[in-house]
């Protein structure tokens, strides 16, 4: 994917990177200078579309994109101050995603680089949500643990250095976000469901239900949350059968529980296996008050700290792509003009 397309505009110091991103829902661009001063980071959330549907309707997103997609770039520009010409490299995603979402994002960035001569340069998706960190936290360095937790991944990493990751474990089925998604969907409650079952747990009694924890104690770095997802669901299902009053901050509370315990452990693992003293949490899931509070009490009791990115820089940004791209422009790196959306693409692949 990467290959040298001239030198460097500006060595070093002051690089404008513009970021875009269009993988799933939300239509964004951001201008970021030297890989962490966010100039400007505009983020239009095709939400309330969607949520009619109770999940992303992907033709839906594509069009969307396409409507959005310049608008959103022109205000990035304007936010961050600068005229187009002075950007000196666009980071776009190119995958994991939606096909035709990454497209709209990857055409625009593509014709953009070209009209002005600047450098292309593609990001996966998962390792933006990953230097969302480093946008932020500015000492932390590898060797490191990473759990990566969106609506559509939930991977454990080893990083031994930027750039470099050794995938320890993945879910065998649905993403941890996925299932707060969906069990939120049979509970009636609105899309994205992570945050609702997060707000009405807090009134809630995490013990309340005992729900699975899948792979928990398995010899394994993978995670499975189907099972957990069934039982949520056949639970739902019975009290309603019933017809009683379905306890629904208890179940979030619970689900919650289970969804935050499976994840701290493994994580937790990891860390004392591969003896880091930083552990990373990004994606969409990493907002979750519950998981960082849990993690980072764990953690502390081993010496090890925990960051993850303000709530804006967890859920789909454009600054974290920008972020990633600007390391990568450092070190010369760059796409071909004829660099493609790869849907499934997986990190470390090019
Ligand atoms: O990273 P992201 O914005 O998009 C993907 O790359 O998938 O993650 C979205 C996911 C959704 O599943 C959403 O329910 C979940 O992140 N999420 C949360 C919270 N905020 C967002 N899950 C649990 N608690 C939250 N506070
Ligand atoms: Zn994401």
Redesign the pocket.
């Known amino acids: 994917m990467l290959e040298q397309q001239g030198a460097l505009r500006t060595a070093g110091s002051g690089a404008l990177v513009l970021g875009i991103e269009t ?2 829902d939300e239509t964004a661009a951001a201008v970021v200078r030297d890989g962490r001063d966010i100039l400007s980071n505009v983020i239009a959330s095709q939400v309330d579309l969607h949520r009619h549907y109770g999940g992303v309707v992907p033709e839906i997103a594509s069009r969307k994109h396409i409507e959005l997609i310049m608008p959103v770039i022109d205000l990035a520009l304007k936010e961050a101050g600068i005229g187009p010409e002075e950007v000196d490299a666009i980071a776009v995603t190119y995958g994991p995603g939606l096909v035709g979402a990454l497209l709209v994002g990857l055409s625009a960035a593509k014709a953009m680089a070209l009209a002005l001569g600047c450098s292309l340069i593609g990001i996966n ?1 998962i390792e933006g ?1 990953i230097y969302a960190n480093f946008l932020e936290h500015r000492q932390v360095e590898p060797p490191l643990v990473c759990l990566t937790v ?4 939930t991977d454990l990493l080893y990083i031994d250095e930027y750039g470099h990751y050794d995938i320890l474990g993945r879910t065998r089925d649905d993403a941890a ?2 299932a ?2 969906k069990i939120a969907r049979v509970l009636g409650l609105n899309y ?4 609702e ?2 707000r009405l747990a807090v009134d809630g009694d995490p013990e309340a239900i005992d729900f699975p924890r899948g792979l928990m104690d398995a010899d394994t770095y993978d995670f499975s949350f189907s099972g957990l997802k069934t039982a949520a669901i056949n639970y739902i299902h019975t009290i309603k059968q019933r017809g009683a009053d379905l306890p629904v901050a208890d179940i979030a509370a619970s689900l919650q529980a289970a969804i935050v315990d499976v994840l701290t452990s493994k994580t937790m693992t990891a860390a004392q296996a591969y003896g880091v003293k930083t552990v990373l949490l990004s ?3 990493a ?3 519950s998981l960082r509070r849990h993690l980072r009490e764990l953690a502390g009791m081993h010496g090890i700290k925990v960051y993850y990115p303000t709530r804006v820089l ?3 940004n454009a600054a974290m792509i920008a972020c990633a791209g600007y390391y990568r422009y450092r070190r010369g790196e760059r796409s071909p003009w004829d660099l493609n959306a790869v849907p499934n693409l997986r990190l470390g692949e090019v």
Do not use: K, L, M, Y
């Not at 994205?192 to 945050?195: E, K, L, Q, V």
């Open positions: 993988s799933c998706h949500h969106s609506g559509g991944h976000g996925e707060f998604d994205p469901g992570g945050p079952i997060a994606g969409g899931v907002a979750n008050d967890c859920t789909d």
